[in-house]
């Protein structure tokens, strides 16, 4: 295709392709450097430019090979935070008492009990120690709203493995209850394919960039998993344990720091279900790559032993140690 294009053109879409692919380093539930998101951010203004001036022949293998939305991705801002008042960001539990710095989501299952992603805590920044995170609760700007919790103990469910990402689910108890957080429904099932379910976090609102300080949200269709495992998409790497949501090119999609964030539906209940844990997925909103979430219904009995007390007298997870 390059060679019957004019070389200044190659040059630009090479250029404009080099930028995505830039943009597209960050695994899930991780964050660029500061300067390094600035760096892609004045790159992607670039693309802008660049296709501008493309032809129309380059524009559509431009186009039809990325897709950047400015939103979480392609969401919009809360309308009523007492709708989503079963949301909390994880932040850093260290340094100074007035810096937030948020990595993660989750969600209330307990006034004291919230669930989020294993990927979350077993990492470098947490290290599964329950004084490097703490949770925010009743905040649409996380910066400076709502309620501040310390962790007493981490759980990581016995089969989490960060190779594969199966069984990517955890339970945090905090050190009081929250006075502000309402406790979501753990489901018992998954909902049929193409019910439209809800996710929401502070995640990227570009792939590859800073987070949003204002909760975001979308609608997405659930999507079934001989579809998610097809070859366009994880070509088989979708487990009984993972669940798919998501368009397939309409650019809607969790992204970084959404990880460990809550999949929900209503039906017009008073508190919403819990159906899926925002997990992974190959870059954000990328045509044929669905968003991948815990499914929640294949990991509940673990998550309801733990609401029960029954699993609270095992150790909770510790540094170096598998689980």
Request: glycine share 10%; hydrophobic share 40%.
């Amino acid at each position: 295709m390059l060679r019957s294009l004019l070389q200044q053109e190659e040059i630009t879409m090479l250029r404009t392709l080099t930028a995505v692919l830039l943009a597209s380093t960050c695994l899930v539930g991780d964050a660029l450097s500061a300067p390094l998101s600035d760096a892609v951010k004045d790159i992607q203004r670039g693309i802008d430019r660049d296709m501008d001036g493309m032809s129309k022949a380059v524009r559509e293998h431009v186009e039809a090979a990325v897709f950047i939305d400015p939103r979480i991705v392609g969401g919009e801002p809360i309308n009523d935070l007492k709708n989503f008042l079963h949301q909390v960001a994880l932040i850093k539990g260290y340094g100074p008492a007035d810096m937030r710095d948020q990595f993660c989501g989750g969600t209330f299952i307990a006034k004291d009990l919230v669930v989020t992603a294993a990927h979350c805590l077993d990492n470098s920044t947490v290290r599964r120690e329950a004084d490097r995170v703490d949770v925010v609760a009743g905040a649409q700007f996380y910066k400076h709203e709502g309620e501040r919790l310390n962790v007493s103990a981490i759980f990581l469910h016995p089969l989490w493995n960060p190779t594969t990402l199966d069984y990517d689910v955890a339970v945090i108890r905090l050190e009081k209850k929250s006075s502000v957080g309402v406790p979501a429904e753990v489901a018992k099932t998954t909902p049929a394919t193409g019910t439209t379910a809800n996710v929401s976090g502070w995640g990227s609102i570009i792939e590859g960039g800073r987070g949003s300080e204002e909760l975001l949200h979308a609608n997405l269709p659930l999507v079934d998993t001989a579809t998610c495992n097809n070859a366009a998409s994880y070509q088989g790497k979708i487990t009984d344990r993972m669940l798919c949501a998501g368009d397939r090119d309409k650019g809607r999609d969790a992204c970084q720091g959404d990880s460990g964030g809550p999949l929900v539906v209503r039906n017009g209940a008073a508190s919403p279900t819990l159906i899926g844990v925002v997990s992974w997925g190959e870059g954000c909103a990328r045509k044929d790559k669905y968003g991948v979430y815990t499914k929640v219904a294949s990991v509940a009995p673990w998550i309801n032993a733990l609401m029960g007390g029954s699993a609270m007298t095992a150790a909770p997870a510790a540094a170096g140690q598998g689980q």
